[in-house]
């Protein structure tokens, strides 16, 4: 039985209120409150019967709450993440954390010097589409990971709030890109080699709008990610090549379709016709050769990643978004910018 700990929440803007709206139904935290630098936000608040702190003070000093999460703009994370942990409550800050490596130590250094937990809400760990994907690579039938492409494409540029500002910390690599880098480092945990970044500025000439980043792995293995907002026709979610076959997720509402080889070699492959020739190399394959099947998409629950800040916190389980991992995705988005600003690939000569 988990004992159910007391959660304020700082900031009551559109995330902010998903963060309370799965609080109120949890089964491992009580909603003490939550603060917003707006009154007309904290009156929402009031008026769904939530509590509303009328300072950040006064939600710190409250010695009911245990656990604080902070969906508040990036530029901000910062000093409400270090207030909240000399104030001696456990962290939980939405992504990205930052944007300096340097602060984000300083964070985690001050957690571990208070012994509090402290953590980024990764939870598009739980999105139904990246699960199928890690499912299949678990269960060994595709064989070893070749390559693995994901994408995010829209058709309405950046929303017109702070995402579309530099100094607060918009733009999509810090946006989706820090999802999907992070589950593309769950997919391949092996050390970067190499990357190369390159964005765009279609919608937005302050902040990417979008990007393509091209990862290269010790292990040979290749990722590529990408994020467009300008884009009316979008590319397959997920396209994954392994050494029996590929694998394809359209879109995340859709299962997996999985092509798998039986037979390299036909022996009699006829040639195709095209509108230029003939091509053999590019004849289809058939039924003889390949089985192709589907993934049924993954049962999730996205409240599990707080089922399991609680759980380590009580000392009963290792947290799931790590230290580790939190600094990594930082450097692999530091240096994405770096690539993108210098047109150049850039290497890490120990790896990353």
């Known amino acids: 039985m988990t004992n159910k700990k007391n ?14 709206d799965h609080a109120l ?16 936000r904290r009156e929402v608040a009031r008026s769904k ?3 509303a702190y009328e300072t950040l003070e006064e939600l710190l000093a409250d010695p009911q709450v245990e656990l604080v999460t902070i969906a508040t703009p990036n530029d901000t994370h910062f000093e409400l993440v270090k207030a909240a942990l000399l104030a001696g409550k456990h962290v939980i800050c939405e992504k990205p954390v930052e944007m300096e490596l340097s602060r984000v130590e300083e964070m985690i250094d001050l957690a571990q010097t208070q012994n509090r937990l402290f953590t980024v809400h990764q939870n598009r760990r739980w999105d139904v589409d990246f699960l199928a ?22 058709s309405r540029g950046i929303p017109s709030d702070w995402r579309g500002t530099k100094e607060h910390g918009g733009g999509m690599i810090l946006d989706w890109g820090v999802h999907l880098i992070d589950q593309m480092l769950q997919l391949i945990p092996d050390r970067i080699v190499r990357l190369n970044c390159e964005v765009t500025h279609y919608t ?14 010790d292990s040979g293995k290749t990722a590529y990610v990408e994020v467009g907002t300008f884009n ?15 694998a394809i997720i359209e879109d995340w509402r ?4 999985l092509v798998r080889y039986k037979y390299w070699h036909e022996n009699d492959v006829l040639p195709v016709q095209t509108a230029a020739g003939i091509t053999k190399t590019m ?16 049962v999730s629950d996205v409240h599990d990643f707080y089922r399991n800040v609680v759980r380590a916190i009580d000392k009963k389980e290792d947290q799931i978004v790590t230290h580790e991992q939190i600094l990594r995705v930082m450097r692999v988005m530091l240096a994405a910018f770096e690539s993108s600003e210098t047109h150049q690939t850039v290497t890490f000569g120990d790896g990353l």
């Open 7 to 20: 959660l304020a929440i700082i900031g009551y803007g559109g995330q902010g209120g998903w963060h309370a």
């Open 25 to 40: 139904t949890s089964d491992v935290v009580n909603l003490c409150g939550i603060y917003d630098i707006l009154p007309a």
């Open 49 to 51: 019967s939530i509590h």
């Open 133 to 154: 994907i890690r499912q299949i690579i678990q269960s060994g039938k595709m064989g070893e990971t070749l390559r693995i492409e994901s994408r995010i494409h829209g």
């Open 204 to 217: 937005n000439k302050e902040v990417d709008d979008g990007f393509r980043l091209e990862l290269a792995f």
């Open 232 to 246: 009316f026709i979008a590319l397959p979610r997920f396209y994954m090549q392994c050494e029996k076959g590929t």
């Open 254 to 257: 859709q299962n997996a379709k």
């Open 283 to 298: 004849a289809p394959r058939d039924s003889v050769t390949v089985d192709t099947f589907t993934w049924d998409r993954p």
